[in-house]
């Protein structure tokens, strides 16, 4: 079956680290994106990319990067300019911009 | 700017009883709109959408929708809950207008009371 898998599940930082979370998808969509949930504030999109080798900034870039060099992967790193990086990360993906997205699992990053 | 506002965050109802979840857009032009549900530490999952056909839609688990340009409206409804409605349901613009950007709203988290 279709569909997009996020790993790790659980994630756990340390103070000045950069971690990368995976995103990969068999979708064969264009479109993917980099969302940010916290309690209570719904979805805040990170970074969203309409095509391999081209990526925008969301409302919330900052302290984050990206990359998407292969239709099926886009890979989120939190660096540690992000000072307050604990929170539900959830990627999702569409076959063109503004079509319905389809989500993965999330991955939930924690500070140790 | 696009916007879309969610009344209630938190909605309770009776086992058997209407689910109603209301949501609002602002659009200058028809925009495609979205419902989905996020069960504890999942991702979001498609309930339905309108994609400016029939202005009734039909989504999975017995939900639905109903677009109304007039009152720029798309609310959430189901004639009788069950326990396993209990979530959290997200309202989803996205706009022609502004290059099809996706706008979510903040959510609403459904309690269903046996």
């Known amino acids: 079956d279709g569909g997009i898998t996020q790993s790790p599940k659980y994630l756990f930082r340390k103070e000045g680290q950069n971690v990368t979370l995976s995103c990969e998808q068999n979708?064969?969509?264009?479109?993917m994106y980099w969302y940010r949930q916290d309690p209570g504030q719904g979805l805040r999109l990170i970074y969203y990319s309409q095509i391999v080798n081209d990526f925008q900034k969301g409302d919330i870039a900052e302290g984050y990067s990206v990359s998407r060099e292969k239709k099926e992967s886009f890979p989120l790193t939190v660096t540690s300019a992000q000072k307050n990086p604990t929170a539900f990360y959830l990627c999702?993906?569409?076959?063109?911009?503004?079509?319905?997205?389809?989500f993965g699992d999330g991955t939930r990053l924690s500070i140790l | 700017a696009q916007s879309v506002t969610q009344l209630g965050s938190h909605v309770s109802v009776s086992e058997g009883a209407l689910v109603l979840l209301r949501c609002n857009y602002s659009?200058?032009?028809?925009?495609?709109l979205f419902w989905y549900v996020q069960y504890p530490n999942q991702g979001l999952q498609l309930l339905l959408k309108?994609?400016?056909?029939?202005?009734l839609v039909k989504g999975i688990n017995g939900f639905e929708a109903e677009f109304k340009k007039s009152e720029t409206s798309f609310h959430l409804t189901k004639p009788s809950a069950h326990m396993s409605d209990a979530a959290e349901y997200f309202c989803?613009?996205?706009?022609?207008?502004?290059?099809?950007?996706?706008?979510f709203g903040t959510g609403t988290s459904l309690t269903v009371i046996p």
């Open positions: 309108y994609t400016s056909a029939a202005t």
């Open positions: 989803a613009v996205s706009d022609p207008g502004t290059g099809n950007q996706f706008y």
């Open positions: 979708l064969n969509h264009d479109a």
């Open positions: 659009s200058s032009v028809p925009p495609y």
């Open positions: 999702a993906s569409s076959i063109v911009s503004g079509g319905p997205q389809h």
